[in-house]
């Protein structure tokens, strides 16, 4: 059995990497062996081993199946801006045929569990003419949404939802993840996002200081998902 999903966010900074790691080790408890990916990162940190970025490098500590960094990240910038302005100021040409063969050879591993996260929102640009959601569209994956529950999350993730069934992909699942608790009429925010998500809620993550893998696995109900 194997299952892959592409991570997606209704924005940036909604905790994608957190819920992430935390189905990786969910399915890791699970028995499952576990893989996960970033096809693009920007943000990343100089290291004498190159540049590094914390969001693969959690990927990695969650991934049972052991692969070099650049083939789990094999596009990094520096920069912590939007990953078409970073390509473009190292004079990298970034499309979706350039991150196809890393990806589909992510998949080739076959772990039991496979995710492949992407960068901010769902129409992330890659080039001028080229988002993020087209490598989703060519590896045909289905979707597991990250909703970053704060004022205005609502229409965030029902536009992101919209855009994923128009593009022809399967929404598999999504996660709340709590980033203001202090969010006005939390629970009928909550309330109102299952009624009207065309997909199982996963899991709701609280915000808790010092969050982990292994918190967040505590949240998320694997079994909602179609492996």
């Known amino acids: 059995m194997t299952a ?5 966010g209704t924005d940036t900074d909604v905790g994608k990497t957190t819920v992430a790691a935390g189905l990786l080790h969910a399915a890791r408890l699970n028995g499952l062996s576990t893989l996960g990916a970033k096809p693009v990162a920007s943000g990343c940190d100089v290291t004498p081993k190159g540049l590094r970025n914390s969001d693969a490098l959690a990927l990695i500590a969650e991934s049972s199946v052991k692969l070099p960094y650049e083939q789990v990240n094999p596009f990094a910038f520096e920069p912590a801006i939007a990953p078409h302005l970073a390509a473009r ?8 045929q350039g991150l196809l063969a890393p990806m589909r050879h992510i998949l080739a ?17 890659l080039s ?5 959601s087209d490598l989703a569209m060519a590896l045909k994956l ?7 529950v704060r004022l205005g999350c609502i229409s965030h993730a029902l536009l992101s ?14 996660v709340a993840n709590v980033i203001d608790s202090k969010t006005s009429r939390l629970e009928e925010n909550l309330a109102t996002l299952a009624e009207r998500l065309p997909a199982p809620c996963l899991g ?7 969050i982990s893998a292994e918190l967040v696995a505590g949240y998320i109900e694997l079994d909602l998902l179609d492996l």
Do not use: C, K, M, S
């Open 161 to 174: 939802a919209e855009a994923i069934a128009r593009d022809g992909l399967h929404l598999a699942g999504w």
């Open 128 to 132: 001028d003419q080229a988002n993020l």
């Open 89 to 96: 100021e190292a004079g990298v040409a970034l499309g979706v």
């Open 142 to 148: 289905p979707v597991i949404l990250v909703v970053g």
């Open 204 to 210: 709701r993550v609280p915000r808790i200081r010092g």
């Open 4 to 8: 892959a999903f592409f991570i997606a």
């Open 109 to 125: 591993q076959q772990a039991d569990f496979t995710l492949i996260e992407g960068a901010g929102g769902w129409r992330v640009p």
